[in-house]
């Protein structure tokens, strides 16, 4: 799947299942949708903390070296990105997209800032070693 496709899917899937009640402050679904979209572009298409590429991220999921969570609704937490904010308000100005491990590791835990630069660059690593594992098994 290209990028733009993979823009379209989480257009998609951020339009139906991220608007909540909590998120309304973003506006409308398609709204939340754009800066979904948006933010995963400026990011491009990594992780805010630990600086990953939620691609990378897949591979290792797909080849069993990362485990995800089970969600209502047979979803699973881990192979996208997701919605972190800062306080305890979503607001646009206040949210970045994390990986499911970092917003999970970090949860009300530490400052956007304090994580990205004391934990960010450690997970990155971890990340890599498993991306070479992954390659040399090849």
Excluded at 21 to 34: E, I, T, Y
Excluded at 70 to 83: A, D, F, N, T, Y
Excluded at 84 to 102: A, M, Q, T
Aim: aromatic share 14%.
């Amino acid at each position: 799947m290209n990028t733009e496709e993979y823009l379209k899917q989480e257009y998609a899937r951020a339009k139906k299942n991220l608007y909540t009640a909590d998120r309304k402050v973003f506006g409308s679904a398609d709204d939340l949708a754009s800066w979904f979209t948006n933010a995963l572009r400026h990011q491009n298409f990594c992780c805010h903390y630990c600086k990953t590429s939620i691609f990378d991220i897949n591979k290792l999921i797909d080849a069993g070296l990362l485990k995800t969570r089970s969600v209502r609704g047979g979803g699973k937490r881990g192979p996208v990105l997701e919605i972190d904010k800062n306080d305890d308000s979503y607001i646009p100005e206040n949210c970045v997209l994390s990986c499911y491990y970092c917003n999970n590791d970090k949860s009300y835990t530490a400052t956007k800032e304090d994580y990205e630069t004391y934990f960010g660059n450690n997970r990155h690593q971890y990340f890599l070693q498993l991306l070479q594992q992954l390659s040399a098994n090849r």
